[in-house]
């Protein structure tokens, strides 16, 4: 059985800062949130419906661009519209908003959508994130590690989650 909620990090971590989305995978995975629970995905539209299909929450963190840029700032939207948002973009060929339009036609978004996006310093060539970025992925993960723990376990939720 799928548990209830996923964690998709969408990116390229051989592309700089576009290696936000794994890096918060890492860091989810590291304190200890089961594997289950979490993803990486380059971004495509069919794979991404096909980790999020029958969860009442998805979440998805991306690297996107914006105009003036402030990298590491974080940006949260709750199931994007259809059309496009305008800045800011994803920093991917193909937007991962394409995957929603695509799965709330053919009836496969989740119950709930969250995307976070982390404006990107550096898309180019080479590996690690820039230290804003970095900053940003550390606290994601906690955000995100305490938002999971209380969706599984309610108000169970182990009382170091906040140390995630």
Same mark, same amino acid.
């Given at each position: 059985?799928?548990?209830?909620? =996923?964690?998709i990090?969408?990116g390229?971590?051989y *592309?700089?800062?576009?290696?936000i ?5 890492q860091?989810l995975r590291?304190?200890?949130l089961p594997?289950?629970?979490l993803? #990486?995905?380059?971004? #495509?539209a069919g794979?991404?419906i096909?980790?999020w299909q029958r969860r009442r929450?998805?979440?998805? =963190?991306?690297?996107v661009r914006?105009?003036?840029p402030h990298?590491?700032r974080i %940006? ?5 519209p259809?059309e496009?948002?305008?800045?800011p973009?994803?920093t991917h060929a193909v937007?991962?908003?394409d995957? =929603? ?16 996006g982390? #404006?990107a310093?550096?898309?180019?060539f080479?590996?690690g994130?820039?230290?804003?970025v970095a #900053?940003?992925?550390d606290r994601?993960?906690a *955000?995100?590690?305490a938002?999971v723990l209380?969706? =599984? ?5 182990p %009382?170091?989650a906040?140390a995630?």
């Amino acid at each position: 059985m799928r548990p209830p909620v =996923v964690v998709i990090g969408i990116g390229n971590p051989y *592309r700089r800062d576009d290696g936000i989305g794994p890096a918060v995978i890492q860091r989810l995975r590291a304190a200890g949130l089961p594997s289950d629970v979490l993803a #990486e995905s380059d971004g #495509e539209a069919g794979a991404l419906i096909l980790l999020w299909q029958r969860r009442r929450l998805a979440i998805l =963190v991306d690297a996107v661009r914006a105009d003036p840029p402030h990298p590491g700032r974080i %940006h949260r939207t709750a199931a994007p519209p259809p059309e496009s948002c305008g800045p800011p973009t994803s920093t991917h060929a193909v937007d991962p908003g394409d995957a =929603v339009t695509l799965a709330r036609t053919l009836g496969r978004l989740p119950a709930r959508l969250v995307v976070y996006g982390v #404006e990107a310093a550096d898309t180019d060539f080479g590996t690690g994130l820039s230290p804003g970025v970095a #900053e940003a992925a550390d606290r994601l993960a906690a *955000r995100i590690a305490a938002e999971v723990l209380s969706l =599984v376990y309610g108000p169970r939720a182990p %009382h170091d989650a906040g140390a995630w």
